[in-house]
């Protein structure tokens, strides 16, 4: 039971620290490195830009700032919430995939990197935002593995010829 009571108390002390000290430093790195984009995004000539260039442009710069502000919502729960509205709205795959080949295909090369690199960015955010959970998810984790390896392994005792078998159970015991 102490030994319980420790483990809640050191996963909640590691939790907290976490959410509360590394998480919200990393959040202020992973912010300032979009500004960076953003203001590289902002020192390409908009007037400059024709035709798909622009709507690349546009979808970039409405993305980065998008980001930005919902960088702390930014999560495993809400990226799940995202993929569930992918896979269920049609509509919205259509346009979200357009704007993506409209990226793609910009002349821009400066434009592509930013995308990628803002891309990156997200991501990065997602793990930060979900890093506390990650720990109670390490124990569950293994416990499928280990439970996936011994019911293969007791699939394939149970098919195991009875000779070998007892031999084993026997001497094991």
Known sequence: ???ILLVIII???FHFIYESIIAPTLRVYQRNKLFILRDKLRDIDYQKLRGNDKYAYEYIEK???????S???LNSYSFHKYIE???NDLELRKEITARSEKIKQTSIQDLKDIYEEAGKITYETVCINSGAWFIYLIPIVLSILFFSKWLRLAKDLFVTPCYKTEEIIVNGC
Request: glycine share 6%; proline share 0%; no cysteine.
């Open 85 to 87: 509205k992918m896979s």
């Open 11 to 13: 996963l909640s002390l």
């Open 63 to 69: 993305g980065l700032n998008n980001t930005i502000f």
């Open 71 to 73: 960088l702390s919502k």
């Open 1 to 3: 039971m102490e030994t």
